[in-house]
């Protein structure tokens, strides 16, 4: 079992319960508009001017929230400004749906699927760094199964390099038996640790493109059939049977070509459905 299906209602109390906690906590909201700006910037790239603009009527509209409605002119502008770049940014997403949300009115859909479009272009930050909450709700339930053959497989990794030891260094935690073993073993770990990252990235990116699609159906996907979900990817290798159901094991070997269709310009190029 991979948890219930989502539904057009959950996507959007699970991804308007994370944003307006960044809405009435400026320094959360600082902090994770710093890490994402960073993330953009990591290679020395100079952000757009649209992006800084966006950024500082963004920000300004939000800081004065506590005593007054955010200003609805500051964030019409911010919004044009960010659909007018040529391709998003995890920063760019980030204060898309910060300025949708901070909307009174109609603006949750619209922010839902920004924070889903975040998911999609930088799935290990958003998890690891920006939205881990909305992370855990929308998205562990259904990779559960993929979390659990590596846990397995870690579990395995680490007792073969616990083989021949005592019962005393056995028992020692994960961190001091990965220090204890081979140069082979821990590179294999490390190794291990680096699939991982990237089964979970490729599956991060084809729910959330499957979330949005749900949230695009609006609430007549309550009325009809769901689409079906997205096969699970447990591996990466070429060589590697990477597809699976729900199992905790991959059962069979499939193309991952339809991750390829995904453009980063996806947050700012689809037109808003509010």
Do not use: W
């Not at 901070?102 to 690891?128: Q, S």
Request: proline share 7%.
């Amino acid at each position: 079992m991979a948890g219930p299906a989502p539904t057009y209602s959950a996507i959007i109390a699970h991804t308007a319960a994370f944003l307006a906690e960044l809405v009435a906590d400026p320094l959360l909201r600082r902090h994770l508009l710093s890490a994402a700006a960073a993330s953009d910037g990591g290679a020395g790239q100079q952000h757009p001017a649209a992006t800084l603009q966006a950024l500082s009527l963004v920000s300004d509209a939000l800081d004065t929230a506590a005593s007054a409605s955010p200003s609805p002119s500051s964030l019409r502008a911010a919004e044009r400004l960010l659909q007018s770049l040529p391709a998003a940014t995890p920063l760019s997403c980030l204060l898309l749906a910060l300025a949708r949300a901070a909307r009174r009115r109609g603006g949750a859909p619209a922010a839902a699927a920004a924070v889903l479009d975040l998911f999609a272009l930088d799935p290990a930050l958003a998890r690891h760094e920006l939205a881990p909450a909305a992370f855990e709700a929308l998205f562990a339930p259904r990779l559960l199964p993929v979390m659990r053959h590596f846990a397995a497989r870690r579990a395995s990794a680490a007792a073969a390099a616990a083989a021949g030891r005592s019962d005393e260094d056995t028992a020692l935690p994960a961190m001091r038996v990965l220090s204890m073993m081979s140069g082979a073993q821990a590179q294999e770990m490390r190794v291990l640790e680096r699939e991982y990252e990237m089964v979970l990235d490729a599956n991060c990116r084809a729910y959330a493109l499957y979330l949005r699609r749900i949230l695009e159906a609006g609430e007549a996907s309550t009325l009809s059939s769901p689409p079906h979900p997205p096969e699970l990817v447990f591996g990466v290798g070429a060589d590697e049977d990477d597809r699976g159901g729900d199992e905790d094991a991959p059962d069979k070997d499939e193309s991952a070509s339809s991750q390829n269709s995904f453009r980063y310009n996806v947050c700012i190029r689809r037109a808003p459905f509010f």
